[in-house]
């Protein structure tokens, strides 16, 4: 999809040209009946005991259609095509759906991780990969639990190496996400341990005339490993 996106722009900007598209554009979500009224509130909530908490990744269609299903209806950013490499994960208490987390790739530049980080431009280009973003995180609305959302941020964390390492080969050593303001404040990532490293411009990648139409977000961060730094400036 990141390729796509580039040579798109570049056909628009006159760089290249493009033979005629032979696929219809892809749909970004598709509805069934029979998942959306899955996703629906039940007639039970169930009772939440942190101790019971499993992180299961998404395999399958069915599981696919429904985490889809379930981002789309109850996260205000709704559900969109993750580019690149990335993992969808159910977060089940007692058996029951009672969150769901994506992590996808990470952003291609960002002045307050950048600088954390200390690399070079060949290092960013080189070693990106080895970052991964937290593109969602959705509780299910009914679901009312104190330190639920930090207890799944730590989970996910011990796991999601093991786990990326076993579809992708290799480890990445830090993860980030962005937390639009002000509807939100980052308090889950905040006990659990991420690392505020102050705010976006407001600006998105295509923002070549530096308009700021975009929502300001904290930045936060996540080590993997200790030495993330020697990782991600690795020569």
């Not at 159910?90 to 200390?118: E, N, T």
């Not at 980030?176 to 404040?185: A, L, M, Y």
Request: glycine share 6%.
């Amino acid at each position: 999809m990141s390729c796509r996106v580039a040579l798109n722009r570049m056909h628009a900007d006159g760089l290249i040209t493009l033979p005629p598209p032979r696929n219809p554009k892809p749909v970004t979500y598709r509805s069934y009946p029979d998942i959306e009224q899955a996703v629906c509130e039940p007639a039970v909530i169930p009772a939440i005991d942190l101790a019971t908490l499993t992180i299961d990744p998404v395999l399958g269609r069915a599981e696919s259609r429904l985490w889809n299903a379930y981002i789309e209806r109850h996260h205000y950013l709704g559900h969109t095509l993750m580019p690149g490499a990335q993992l969808r994960y159910f977060v089940r208490a007692q058996g029951q759906i009672v969150a769901a987390l994506g992590f996808g790739a990470s952003a291609w530049k960002v002045k307050p991780r950048d600088q954390a980080i200390g690399w070079t431009v060949d290092q960013r280009q080189r070693n990106l990969h080895l970052i991964v973003n937290n593109a969602r995180f959705l509780i299910l609305p009914w679901i009312h639990c104190p330190n639920l959302a930090s207890r799944i941020l730590a989970l996910v964390s011990r796991r999601l190496p093991d786990d990326w390492h076993a579809r992708y080969s290799y480890r990445p050593v830090l993860l980030e996400t962005f937390v639009e303001k002000p509807r939100f404040t980052g308090t889950c990532y905040k006990a659990a341990n991420w690392q505020n490293l102050g705010d976006t411009q407001g600006r998105g990648k295509l923002d070549v005339l530096h308009r700021h139409a975009k929502p300001v977000k904290s930045i936060w961060i996540y080590p993997l490993v200790r030495d993330f730094r020697r990782h991600l400036c690795n020569a």
